[in-house]
């Protein structure tokens, strides 16, 4: 019973009974009726199983603790006893309309002596499938409704079974479209990879050409530094622009072009000694090869014509 449960399973620890020497004179009366009823309670367990009730320690956590325990306990009893004496009424009813019924089945001649053994199989069956549908008697309205009831429970099923197949199917689509992307995405990864590496190699081949092209810099910002600086001392401004030095080149070639005869005047008394007396002398001497070319060119010419007459 619940209440043997109980009692034992608040015994694994050693207790005293209480006694009356102590209750202290402060101890409240409703302490006291509590200690009284644990003590009764615990006699009376140990006695059903034919023993004595152990010592333990009076305290009043056990006292509390085994009261409340005490209270549950009866409580239970009482239940268990109620449910008991309906299931014994219960009981005695259904001995009662067994007996009932076997009257009237013997008086009709259906005792089951009397019966072929197929009848009693075929009973037996009724029975076992009545109490499968769960209905209360054997009547065919009784199987009828539920026969319906389960026809209606498989419907409901089989509509389900449909259901849960066609989210099978798309969830069977979708793990092969999920496969096929997964392949393919493999795929692009493994040729990612590859680009990746070729993308390594040129991209080393670039840092490499970064680089010199970044020692070029250096030098060219070196060189253009000079060239500035050289610019800078020759007077080279921003107005100096080819526009002018082709304007400049021009009217180089202009002045050229209108010295040229003076220069070769000029080149023509380069021969003249630089005194003054010298060159008088010069002059004259001139003069007379003048005299004696313009002489000779008379004679020549005379003799020409004579010759000609």
Not at 24 to 49: C, D, G, H, I, K
Not at 132 to 152: K, P, W
Not at 279 to 286: G, Q, S, T, V
Request: glycine share 2%.
């Amino acid at each position: 019973m619940e209440t043997s449960r109980g009692g034992n399973e608040m015994l694994s620890s050693p207790i005293n009974p209480l006694s009356s020497s102590d209750l202290s004179p402060s101890t409240p009366p409703s302490y006291a009726a509590q200690a009284a009823e644990v003590r009764a309670w615990l006699a009376a367990q140990f006695e059903t199983m034919g023993k004595d009730a152990p010592d333990f320690e009076y305290t009043p956590q056990n006292v509390a603790h085994l009261h409340a325990v005490v209270v549950a306990s009866k409580a239970r009893t009482r239940a268990s006893e109620i449910v008991s004496a309906d299931y014994r009424r219960k009981a005695s009813e259904y001995r009662s309309e067994t007996a009932r019924i076997r009257e009237i089945l013997e008086s009709a001649g259906l005792s089951t002596e009397s019966l072929s053994q197929s009848a009693v199989s075929s009973g037996q069956v009724l029975a076992s499938v009545a109490n499968l549908l769960n209905i209360r008697d054997t009547e065919m309205s009784s199987f009828m409704v539920a026969m319906g009831d389960l026809m209606l429970r498989k419907t409901d099923a089989e509509e389900k079974r449909s259901g849960v197949q066609k989210e099978s199917k798309i969830l069977l689509e979708n793990t092969r479209k999920a496969i096929s992307k997964l392949a393919s995405l493999k795929k692009v990864l493994a040729d990612v990879e590859n680009e990746n590496c070729t993308c390594e190699e040129e991209t080393e081949h670039w840092k490499t050409k970064l680089a010199m092209m970044d020692s070029k810099e250096q030098e060219y910002l070196q060189k253009l530094s000079q060239y500035q600086m050289q610019l800078n001392h020759v007077g080279y401004t921003p107005d100096i622009n080819h526009g002018m030095l082709t304007k400049l080149a021009e009217h180089k070639k202009d002045l050229e072009r209108k010295t040229k005869p003076i220069l070769e005047t000029l080149r023509s008394y380069q021969d003249l000694p630089p005194d003054k007396t010298l060159a008088a002398l010069a002059i004259e001497d001139k003069k007379r090869q003048y005299a004696a070319a313009e002489k000779y060119l008379e004679e020549v010419l005379h003799s020409a014509l004579t010759t000609t007459e």
